[in-house]
Structures are given as C-alpha cells and as structure tokens.
C-alpha cells in the first residue's frame, strides 16, 4: 500500500510505505544450540585455553552476554601450530580425492545446520538475520562446495609447474562476515593440503567454534584444522608464529601494515584483505531506480560492516537532485532494529568499540561542513545501533569521503566528466572495489579498466561468488580469494 | 704516434635520455687487470624519484600498448641485443666474466628476451578466467599492470639477471627503474644504448647505476612505486619488507643466484603473474 505526498524541499512526489503501519515482529526463532563456554579448538578437540583466561561474547542487539570464550596465550597459539605441523605431513599425502570429499562432507553438514548457523551469526555479530540467511550461511557453503571439486584436480591450477601445499598457515579474520570469511579462508588451504590454525575475531567466535563441531563431525583428522580464540595479542600470536609457511589476513589496512613490519625479516608468505573506501559511480543514463537500489544495498547490506561497500557515491550533476532524493525516499522505509526480525533492513552495529568510531567519523562529517540527513526512525533503547546516514556536500578533502567508515554512512560527491569521475574515484590509496552506473556499454568496459580496484560491479553491486576472484589493489592488500586465481594464492610451486 | 682511442663517458639512461647523477657524483670502476675504466653516476635519492616520474609518465601509455605491439618490441630488443652482443660480451668479459660464459649468458639473455616477447600476448588467458557464478551474471577476471615496479638486480652474472628481471615486468606493461650491479655497472649502461634504439618508448624502462645501501631505502619506501622486485641479502630484505608496509607495496624477491639464472627455470609465467594485479568485473545478464 502506498500514498503520496510532496517531499518537503522539492515538487517531486515521493513515495511513503513504512509509516503508515507498524509492521508486527517476526523473529527467526530457531533454536542457534550455544554453549555457554567455547574452548578452544586445538588437534581436533575442546581444549581449555593454557591462559586459564576467557572473555565475553555479547549480543550487539541487547548487550546481553552470549557466551564466555577461551582467551587463547602465546602457549595455546604454540600448542596449535604444534597440532598442524604433525597433521601437515599425513593431510599432504592424502589423495586429493579423500581430502576433497571432507569439504564436501563439511558443506553438506552445513547445509544441514544452515538455520541455527544463521541465528547464531546474527546473535553473536548483530547481522540482520535476512542476511545471515540468505547470504553468510550458504555462501560458505557454496565455498567448501567449489573447493571440495579443486582438491583431486591442482595439476591443472598452474600450468606448466605442479602447485602443492606450502605447510601450516595462519589466518586472522574479522567481525563483519564472521562464518564466510572462515569458509573464504579455510576451504582453498585445506584443499591444497595445507594445516591451518585461524583466529576469528573477538567479537564473533561463536559460527567458528560451531563449525569445530562440523569438522569433528565430518571426521576431518585432528589437527588439520585448529581454532584460536582471543583478541589483538592472539592474533599478532598467529601471525608471528615461525611455524607458519603463510599467514593470510584479513581486516583494516592499519593493522595489515603492522602484520607486514611484524613479518619483515621472515620469508613468510602473505595474503592480505585490508580496508577500502570504493566509489559507487552513477552517470545520467544510468537506470536510476536500479541504481539506487544498489547505492543502498552498496552502503548499507550489514550496516555497512563491508571493506568494498560502495561508501562514496559519485553521482553525475545532471542526475544528482534526482537521484539524492530518490535515495532519501528509500532510506525512509529502511527499518533498523531487532536484528532477528525477519523485516529488519539494519541490525546491530558490531561492538561498542564501532560504533564509537562511526559517531566520531559522522561528527567529522557535520563539522567539516557536510550536509547529513538520517531519516526519523526509533533505535531500539539497549543494543548499539546507528541510523542510515547520508552526506551530501562532501568534498574529497572530507575525512568522510576519505577514511573507511565500516559503518551505514555514505558520502555524496558530484562529478561532471567521464574523467572527472575516473580521477576522483581513483583519489584514494585504497583499491577494493568500485561500482558503475550506465546503459552504455562501452562506458561500462572503459571504467572498468580505468578504476584501479580489484573488484568492479557493473549495474549490480556487492556480489560474491566462490568462482570470483576478490581482493584489492595498493593500501587495499594484495593476493586474491575464490577461483582458480585465490586458489593459487595457498598453493608451493614447484 | 698511435691514435689515442675516444673512450666513452659512461651515462645512466633514464626518461629517454642519458644523463649524470643530477648530484654530478661519480665513482671510479676499473676493469677486471685492475686498469682505470672510467667513472660511473652515483646515482642518489633525487635521481631515482626523478627516474620513477619518468616511469609514471610512460606508464599509461606503455600499458595502452595492445600485447601484440608489446610483444614486438621485445622481440626488436633481443634483435638489438644480438647484433651488438659481440660488445656486451666484451665488457663483461673485460670486467672478469670468462669469455663462454659471457656468450652463453648472452645468448642465453636474447633468447629470454624472446621467451617473454611471446609472453606477451599469451599470459591474459592463462592468468584471466570468466567465471561460472551462481547467480545471473557474467563475471570475468583480467590482469592489469601494478604500475612502476623498483627492481635491484644482482651483481652475479649481471647483464642476463638483470635482462631475466626486467623482461616479465615489462611484457606486461609495467614500467621500470632498475638499479644496476654496483660491481660492474658498465654492461646495464650498454644495455640501456641498446633500449634506446629498440622501439621501446622513453621512461618504460630507466636503469640506474650506484650504491645499494644508498639507493634501496628509497626503493623500498617510495610510495609509486608500487612493487619491487629485487635480489637482496637478509638485511636489505628486512629493510624493503619494512618499507614496502607503510605503502602496501606488492614485493617478490629472487632465490636465483649465478649460473642458475642461465637455466630455463629462471623464466616463466609466475614472474608476470607476480607483477599484475588481478581484477574483477560483473554485470548483469537480462533484460
């Protein structure tokens, strides 16, 4: 049902849904099975942390705590790699055959278990559940899925030379795509033979520990997989372990140069996935309602926890009156809230410590004399949650258009020229992603090769897919994930 | 009287041009009986950013250049090379190369240049994929040159390690500034007369010459740069790892060393791959 009325600045009318009607709560209640303390994940079983420490997982939604998590010290990381090195050699060994149908084994028990996966996703990171659901959960399904197939075939991966493990490797990943990530990380090192021992991040351990219970389940050989649960200090741990052939990370850019000088000095190879500030680009022939579904989907799709998320819109000036205002009608009816609600849009921000950060870099904003708006709507009273946010009158000087925000707030800028846009765009030291808006095909294919980022989506935004090779140019990283090309990335050479 | 010879001032060449150390600094090299040879540019800081402007600037032109064209003037380069390679081996042999080793390296040097002129148009299909997603998209992964990429090359054998480093880089459309062997720095100055007359425009590639501890901080943190590819003992590997951080430089370092850079193993598809970046593109299929 829909009604009109004049928007307040302009003559265009604009179309009002949310609030009309409250919608009734619809929670996803499905039963997540969490424990009330997680240990640590070391040579194939539960182990209590040598620490003797733990920490709280909580719920962003409410604040309430979830569950009490092993604190894992430079003995735990050392026990770990400890396992891996005396896996290493068996899981090497073992036929490519075998080893691929343990990924298989892990993305089927997934599957099984993809409904309390997703609940316990959005508990444990404030993810609307529509999206740990429909995205996170199957996605890293789909991961074990197509890496399972690699395993029997890596004489075809690089021509010429014959790819083969490198040893253990150490992984660190963040908070936003807590179980995918993991997915994105594990299935090509297993399928290449390599042992891993991964450390989530400190606010979301709990998908991680849960698919511990999957690879005992699948029967995968102790060892071969180990988790390390803790914060900062754990992870520089793993990094920095000498039992490591490769460590793969990823997270901000800031903490990725810190890894690099860490390793300096050791022959250690190295993946990282860091930060990005990416430019969502929409010229005047562009379809406008598409794009400003993909404009919000870009910025807002996990409350805009996302390193590619189109965070500046460069929009073109004979479209921008229409198109900001398009996007202000749209941000209206986007509901925040209960992140289990099967209607919420926005969840939870992730942690008291982010949301922080989004409050400082949105007062920036307001200072430096960009104009914010943020629709009226309720946030719930517990929990941290921050509004949709939109920025227009940004200048490329803004911190806002140029430091990585990870939260729902976009920043507006205008161009001109084909060039124009190319140039502004590429102002940047990250190099993600990028996004372009146009029916011209030849424009397409130009921006495309002109936009120095490592992932650019054509009249779609913000897709992933375990073929696609995704990762970063410059401050962004370096090394890829998914497809033959990530694949490579965990692969010795000889 | 005997005709006194015209020996020639050794000049590095950088932007297409061959000049001294913009510092006017020089240091002495004599050849392999302990004679005088001549004085070779010391080169500094200022000539290397000076050189990685000159790169920059060819950068978007040399990448535009369509792999076929590439290819080409790779392969003039190794023509340039064998006609005059009775002069290179003379030089390395003057500074202490024995004389088959010196032909066989450059033989070995023109015949690498071919290996990778015919790279050059081959390494997209290889390295690029279109991929089979699930959802209704066509999406197609295609290389891209990183940009300007620092390369120091070893002192050992020094004209072939430095031709095995340079070719890849450049078959795929990055643009260059090299740092000669410090100990016998003459054959990379021949080695750029040789560019200069190959096809190969001005700035693509720009060959130094000068002292390692002075000249690898810079190469390590110089911010365009955006790769290095270097030979480096541990502490110099430290010192460019600790550099590369603050840019997120990409950084690949050679395990090759002396004769081993003559084998056919010293070539091949991973040293282009470690110099491009890896981009992805998707669009809807529809309507």
Redesign the interface.
């Known amino acids: 049902m829909a009604a009109t009325r004049k928007t307040s600045g302009g003559t265009r009318p604009g179309l009002i849904f949310g609030d009309l009607w409250e919608f009734d709560p619809a929670p996803e209640t499905a039963d997540p099975k969490l424990k009330s303390r997680y240990d640590l994940f070391i040579d194939g079983r539960f182990v209590r942390p040598r620490s003797g420490r733990t920490f709280d997982s909580i719920n962003p939604a409410n604040e309430r705590k979830l569950a009490e998590i092993a604190l894992a010290g430079p003995a735990d990381v050392d026990a770990a790699y400890r396992a891996a090195g005396r896996a290493f050699r068996g899981w090497a060994a073992t036929p490519g055959r075998e080893r691929g149908k343990y990924l298989f084994r892990i993305a089927r028990l997934l599957q099984d278990r993809a409904r309390e996966f997703a609940v316990a996703e959005t508990l444990d990171g404030g993810k609307p559940i529509r999206e740990s659901r429909d995205f996170d959960v199957p996605m890293a399904a789909a991961h074990f899925f197509y890496h399972a197939g690699w395993a029997d075939k890596l004489e075809y991966v690089a021509p010429g030379r014959i790819a083969g493990p490198l040893g253990v490797v150490g992984q660190v990943i963040p908070w936003n795509f807590p179980l995918l990530m993991l997915a994105w990380k594990l299935a090509p090192a297993l399928a290449m033979g390599n042992c891993v021992v991964l450390k989530p991040a400190e606010t979301t351990s709990i998908t991680a520990l849960k698919l511990a219970e999957i690879l005992q389940d699948a029967g995968l050989p102790p060892g071969v997989v180990n988790f390390v649960t803790g914060a900062g200090e754990t992870g520089a741990a793993v990094m920095g372990h000498p039992g490591a052939a490769k460590v793969a990370f990823t997270g901000s850019t800031e903490v990725g140069k810190a890894i690099m000088r860490q390793l300096a000095g050791t022959d250690r190879k190295m993946t990282m996935e860091l930060g990005g500030k990416a430019a969502n680009i929409v010229f005047d022939d562009a379809p406008i309602d598409q794009a400003v579904e993909g404009i919000v989907n870009g910025i807002f799709f996990n409350q805009g926890h996302v390193c590619c998320a189109g965070s500046r819109l460069l929009v073109h000036e004979p479209v921008a009156e229409q198109v900001i205002s398009r996007l202000r009608n749209r941000v209206r009816v986007l509901r925040v809230g209960d992140p289990l609600d099967k209607n919420t849009d926005l969840g939870a921000i992730n942690s008291r410590e982010q949301l922080g950060r989004i409050r400082r870099l949105v007062a920036s904003g307001v200072r430096e004399g960009a104009q914010m708006y943020q629709p009226p709507c309720r946030l719930p009273e517990r929990g941290y949650y921050f509004p949709p946010t939109l920025f227009t009158r940004v200048t490329q000087s803004h911190r806002i258009a140029r430091e990585e925000i990870f939260g729902p707030v976009l920043s507006i800028l205008t161009f001109r020229t084909v060039d124009e846009a190319i140039e502004k765009a590429n102002n940047t030291p990250y190099g993600l992603s990028a996004g372009v808006w146009t029916d011209k095909g030849s424009r397409i294919l130009r921006m495309a090769t002109e936009l120095k980022a490592g992932v650019v989506w054509a009249n779609t935004f913000n897709k992933f897919d375990p073929s696609s090779p995704f990762g970063g140019y410059k401050e962004s990283g370096f090394g890829r994930e998914g497809g033959r090309q990530g694949l490579l990335d965990y692969a010795h050479l000889a | 009287m005997n005709r006194i010879p015209v020996t020639k001032t050794p000049k590095v060449y950088i932007g297409g041009a061959f000049v001294r150390s913009e510092s006017a600094r020089t240091f002495k090299v004599n050849d392999a009986t302990g004679a005088f040879f001549g004085n070779i540019p010391q080169c500094t800081r200022k000539d290397l950013r000076n050189a990685v402007e000159a790169a920059a600037k060819a950068g978007p032109g040399w990448a535009r250049r369509s792999p076929y064209n590439r290819a080409q003037i790779l392969y003039r380069l190794a023509e340039m090379l064998e006609a005059r390679s009775g002069e290179l081996v003379t030089s390395l042999v003057r500074f202490g190369a024995r004389e088959a080793d010196a032909a066989r390296g450059m033989s070995v040097g023109v015949d690498r240049l071919i290996h990778y002129a015919g790279w050059a148009d081959k390494y997209e299909q290889?390295?690029g994929?279109v991929?089979?997603?699930?959802?209704a998209?066509f999406?197609f992964?295609v290389t891209?040159p990183m940009g300007v990429v620092g390369i120091i090359s070893p002192d050992n054998p020094p004209l072939l390690s430095l031709l095995s480093m340079l070719a890849p880089v450049i078959a795929c459309g990055n643009t260059v500034v090299a740092l000669a062997s410090e100990k016998v720095p003459y054959p990379a100055i021949l080695l750029g007369e040789m560019l200069a007359t190959s096809d190969l425009p001005g700035g693509v590639v720009n060959i130094l010459t000068g002292f390692r501890r002075e000249l690898v901080p810079t190469f390590a943190t110089h911010a365009h740069l955006?790769a290095v590819y270097a030979a480096a003992n541990?502490e110099e590997?430290?010192?460019i790892?600790?550099g590369?951080?603050?840019?997120?430089k990409?950084v690949r370092?050679t395990d090759i060393i002396g004769k081993e850079w003559f084998a056919d193993s010293a070539q091949?598809?991973?040293a282009i791959?470690d110099f491009v970046?890896?981009?992805?593109?998707?669009?809807?299929i529809g309507s």
């Not at chain 2, 590369?244 to 997120?248: G, N, R």
């Open positions: 290889l390295l994929s991929n089979p997603v699930a959802s998209h999406s992964t891209e955006r541990g590997r430290k010192a790892r600790l590369a951080a603050a840019s997120v990409r370092f091949g598809l991973e791959r970046e890896v981009k992805t593109t998707w669009h809807p």
